[in-house]
């Protein structure tokens, strides 16, 4: 995935990442604020990147991907941020 690190966010994955910057240990939400499931291309996406990271295994429901923001990924969403993306 050479070159990907360095690309920006698309808006829903912006979207997504920054909902990590208010949480505890950068946690990522599994579902958006209308309660839609986020897509696993976005997740999948972001952990590409490196903006995000698989956290922990969920023994309830496993097939879900329980993720927090990586360092990169708080600098690459703090960083849009005070350019006003």
């Excluded at 997504?16 to 839609?36: E, V």
């Excluded at 329980?66 to 990924?73: A, R, S, V, Y």
């Amino acid at each position: 995935m050479t070159g990907k690190k360095h690309s920006k966010p698309t808006d829903v994955q912006l979207e997504w990442l920054q909902s990590g910057l208010s949480q505890p240990g950068g946690k990522l939400p599994l579902f958006d604020g209308n309660g839609k499931q986020i897509s696993e291309k976005t997740v999948r996406s972001c952990i590409d990147h490196g903006w995000a990271a698989p956290w922990f295994d969920n023994p309830v429901k496993p097939d879900w991907l329980i993720c927090k923001l990586t360092d990169e990924g708080r600098l690459v969403v703090t960083d849009l941020s005070k350019k006003g993306s």
